[in-house]
């Protein structure tokens, strides 16, 4: 499983709300849904929130292995 949770702790280091995402970068509020969730996104998003936050990959997102996978 894709976890954001490591997005939050950038943006707050970084000084930047989801109001600013929406309101000075133009994310939409369903991708904010979509992060808060852990549903998934594009890379090309991820592309964009990397820089928008001047930061890297892993400082947006961290894999968490599912015990309930089927992928075995």
Excluded: F, W
Aim: charged content about 25%.
């Amino acid at each position: 499983m894709i976890s954001y949770a490591p997005l939050y702790q950038t943006m707050k280091a970084k000084g930047i709300t989801t109001y600013k995402l929406v309101n000075q970068y133009h994310l939409s509020c369903s991708l904010l849904d979509r992060l808060k969730h852990n549903k998934p996104i594009s890379t090309v998003t991820l592309n964009d929130l990397c820089t928008i936050l001047d930061c890297r990959v892993e400082d947006v997102l961290v894999y968490c292995k599912d015990e309930n996978s089927d992928l075995d």
